[in-house]
Nanobody
Framework: QVQLVESGGGLVQPGGSLRLSCATS????????MGWYRQAPGKQRELVAR???????NYADSVKGRFTISRDNAKNTVYLHMNNLKYEDTAVYYC????????WGQGTQVTVSS
């Protein structure tokens, strides 16, 4: 049974930081490309960052220089380090795992508010 479990979301002030984690089980993690997506109310889900199985990262323009994606193959976990958070980063954040199939987690809420 494949599971992707996100954690680390919460309420943070503008300019603050959070680290999201996505712990996986049931997949050969090191073979998968991993991604973080987000969906704000009334908007479509959008790609935030992805990291290939060889650890090459890519970022949406809106988060470049502020967010860092990383992976720990020994822990089967992918991370999203978010710095200098802005109001517009408020969304539910989802991780996914892509190989022959695509698996999604249940999401974690990030709210940026003063």
């Amino acid at each position: 049974q494949v599971q992707l479990v996100e954690s680390g979301g919460g309420l943070v002030q503008p300019g603050g930081s959070l680290r999201l984690s996505c712990a996986t089980s049931g997949i050969s993690f090191s073979f998968y490309d991993m991604g973080w997506y987000r969906q704000a109310p009334g908007k479509q889900r959008e790609l935030v960052a992805r990291i290939s199985r060889s650890s090459n990262p890519n970022y949406a323009d809106s988060v470049k220089g502020r967010f860092t994606i990383s992976r720990d193959n020994a822990k089967n976990t992918v991370y999203l380090h978010m710095n200098n958070l802005k109001y517009e980063d408020t969304a539910v954040y989802y991780c996914n795992a892509i190989l022959e199939h695509t698996y999604w987690g249940q999401g974690t809420q990030v709210t940026v508010s003063s």
